[in-house]
C-alpha cells in the first residue's frame, strides 16, 4: 500500500513516468504543436467522444486538455516513443474517487504510425504501476465503446476483467448513442497482471 496522505492524489497522479520504451509527462502548452502533428487522421477518431479534423476542431481539444488538467478534472500524460523521440498521443487518469481508492485510465489516444508497436501497452503498465504502487488505488477502471474490438481486444491482453455493458452511456458526433463496456484491474490482480505485460512486452519485441 502506498504510504501517501489522503487527499494526495491531487498533488501525484500528475507526474513523470518513464521506462525504456516510453515517458508519460504532464500535458503543458509546449506539447500542443507535437500533439497536432498527429491527430488529424480520422482512424484515431472513430471510436472517441471528439473528432479531430482540423485546426478549428483542434485545439479547443487540446485547450480542453490543459483545462481539465488544471482543474484537477484529470491528470493528462502526453506520451513519448523512446524509439523515436517523438510526441506518440495522449493518456489521462480521470474520474479520480480518492476516498473510494478508484481511479479511471483512458482519454487515449495515438497518433496511426504509433499504433500496433506496444506503445499504448507500456503506457498503460506505468500508469497502472503509478496508480498502484504510489497512490494507493485498489481499483483502477477502464471503459470503451462496445464496437471497439481493437481496444477491447487490448485491454483483455493485457489482463484487464470484463465487467459489463453501460447501455446508450453517452452520445457519439454522429448522433448514436454509444454503449461502453467496462473493464477493471483491482489490486490483487496487479502483481500477476504487471508480470504478464512485462513478459508479453519481451516477446514480442526487445523494443516493442
Known sequence: MSSLTH???SRHASTSLANEHVELHPVS????????????????WTYF??????????DPFFDAMLADHAAGRRAVHVIVDNSTGRVAGSSSYGNL???????????????????GKGINRWAKYLL?????????????????????????????????????VMRSFNPMPEGRRR???????LRPEWPSIADQIRR???????CA
Open 128 to 164: 497502472l504501476q503509478h496508480a498502484f504502487d504510489v497512490l494507493g488505488a485498489e481499483r483502477v477502471e477502464f471503459k470503451t465503446d462496445v464496437l471497439n474490438v481493437q481496444a477491447r481486444a487490448g485491454l483483455r491482453k493485457i489482463g484487464a476483467y470484463e465487467e459489463g
Open 97 to 115: 474517487s480518492e476516498a473510494d481508492r478508484r481511479l479511471e485510465i483512458g482519454w487515449s489516444w495515438l497518433g496511426v504510425e504509433f499504433q
Open 200 to 206: 508479453d512486452g519481451r516477446a514480442v519485441s526487445p
Open 49 to 58: 467522444v471528439s473528432r479531430v479534423a482540423c485546426d478549428d476542431d483542434f
Open 179 to 185: 454503449d461502453a463496456i467496462y473493464y477493471s484491474v
Open 7 to 9: 487527499h494526495a492524489w
Open 29 to 44: 502548452e509546449k506539447d500542443r504543436e507535437p500533439l497536432r502533428e498527429i491527430a488529424y487522421d480520422d482512424r484515431i
